[in-house]
């Protein structure tokens, strides 16, 4: 066979290979064009310049694109409140907690000064016990409009504070006197957590200025105990 003889046939055989590879590659372009890949940092000029990858990464990048998606939506679902309600962002529940323990102890110590009205001897004992009915009263009116308009649950009427038994008169009034100076140290100290720290503007400000007004129950309340 001549030199040109066999150049020609090597020729045919290159044709007749390449022509037999053709539609192994339009089948795997045509599979990868019609499944576009999700974008997970895959350096795409790399691709393109003809880089190598290593054996299997086209089978692990579906995998982490769907591991990624369920930790998106397990981290959404850790974030949502219970039953499916919308979150609420800054939810002041110690400002709530604070309304609700203002009202039942200003509730107590107003029912427990009007029983001790007539029980008690001493006329200055009588007479702080009606001031602390007339400020204490004033004081849970302001705080349950407060409460209202922001739509805060308040408690339900509960049992009302009594003043300590007995009808002799130095024993009653320092019991009711001794009674007294307990619960306003516990409201003293209340509402001055709550008007340093509260997080709501109005329940702070009703802290601030309500509680010179205890601070002078107390004072009073310490001078008459004998």
């Known amino acids: 066979m001549t030199r040109r003889k066999l150049r020609a046939f090597h ?3 290159a044709i007749v290979g390449i022509a037999m590879m053709a539609p ?4 795997s372009l045509s599979a990868v064009g019609t499944q576009p890949l999700p974008d997970v940092g ?4 790399s691709l393109a310049a003809g880089e ?6 086209a089978s692990l990048v579906p995998m982490m694109a769907a591991e990624m998606q369920a930790n998106h939506l397990a981290t959404a679902d850790a974030s949502a409140p219970e039953g499916g309600g919308a979150a609420v962002v800054g939810k002041p529940l110690d400002d709530i907690a604070f309304v609700r323990v203002a009202t039942e102890n200003g509730r107590k110590e107003v029912s427990s000064a009007r029983e001790a009205l007539p029980q008690l001897k001493a006329p200055e004992l ?4 009606e001031l602390l009915v007339n400020d204490h009263n004033n004081a849970n009116a302001r705080l349950s409009q407060i409460a209202e308009a922001k739509q805060w649950p308040l408690p339900p009427p509960g049992a009302q504070g009594t003043p300590p038994s007995g009808t002799a008169a130095s024993d009653f009034d320092a019991k009711w006197t001794a009674e007294m100076i307990a619960g306003h140290e516990r409201s003293v100290a209340l509402y001055r957590a709550q ?3 509260g997080e709501d503007k109005d329940v702070r400000r009703y802290a601030r200025d309500t509680l010179p007004t205890i601070e ?3 004072a009073q309340l310490k001078s008459l105990q004998k």
């Open 24 to 27: 192994v590659w339009a089948v």
């Open 195 to 197: 008007a340093a720290g």
């Open 52 to 57: 190598s990858v290593a054996p299997g990464s």
């Open 216 to 218: 002078q129950h107390l």
């Open 126 to 129: 009588k007479r702080i016990a």
């Open 42 to 45: 895959i350096d795409t000029a």
């Open 11 to 13: 020729t045919m055989i």
